[in-house]
Every structure is written in structure tokens, then in C-alpha cells.
């Protein structure tokens, strides 16, 4: 399997997590003592702050949340990757920088996960 087919099923998971509002298995697909900034709140440290995090963001257009890599690379046990998102009609769309990191295991996990926001309101035209 590709890298970017690997780090899609992990955003898949993701992305299937919010749509149910699962928190914890929103939280689940980031490293014990991950980093996600958000221009929606303030920055979250640890899974348990990452949960309660998205307990605030899954009831707003759940259902409509999507996730597609679009570029990616690495090397070893660290990867990187560009990721575009929808969340629905009224949470907006936008893009997320992630650095991850391979387990023993062999699965991924965002250790770092900067999500950047597009507002229709500061769109020109």
C-alpha cells in the first residue's frame, strides 16, 4: 500500500469518527501527547485535550465531514501530509498540515496537526 493510501484510511477513520461524534475515536487516530492548533479554538495538547476539543466541533455539521490527502511524503518512521477538509454547509472547508509518525506496530498516528480555515466571508468576489 502507498503511503498516501495508508495516511487516507487513517483520515478515513478519522473522518468516520467525527461524522458519528465519537470523540475518543476522533482522538484515537492522534499520538498520546499530539499538538492540534486550530483557528477554532485554542491549541489542544494530549489526546484527552484533543477529545474534548472535538466534543465542541462534532455537533456542528458532522455528517457532512470529509477528508482527502493531497500531497504527502516522508521517510522512515515520520511522514507528512497536506490534507484538504469539509465539514459541511456551515463549519466552513480548509486544509490541515500534518507530521505523523509510524508505531511499532506499523500504523500511523498526527503528532502535529495545524488546521487551517477557509471562510466564504474572507473569499474575494
Known sequence: MSLQA????????YAAAYRAADTEACAAVFAEDA???????PTAVGRAAIAKTHG????????????????C?????????????????????????N?????????WL???????ATFAENTPG
Do not use: M
Open 35 to 41: 499538538v492540534l492548533i486550530s483557528p477554532f479554538g
Open 110 to 116: 498526527i503528532r502535529v496537526c495545524s488546521l487551517n
Open 56 to 71: 465542541d466541533w462534532v455537533n456542528e455539521d458532522a455528517e457532512g465531514k470529509e477528508v482527502a490527502i493531497t500531497a
Open 99 to 107: 507530521v505523523l509518525e509510524r508505531q511499532s506496530d506499523g500504523h
Open 6 to 13: 495508508e495516511l487516507q484510511a487513517l483520515f478515513d477513520r
Open 73 to 97: 511524503g516522508g521517510g522512515g518512521d515520520f511522514a507528512w501530509c497536506l490534507a484538504a477538509y469539509r465539514e459541511g454547509d456551515h463549519a466552513g472547508d480548509g486544509t490541515s498540515l
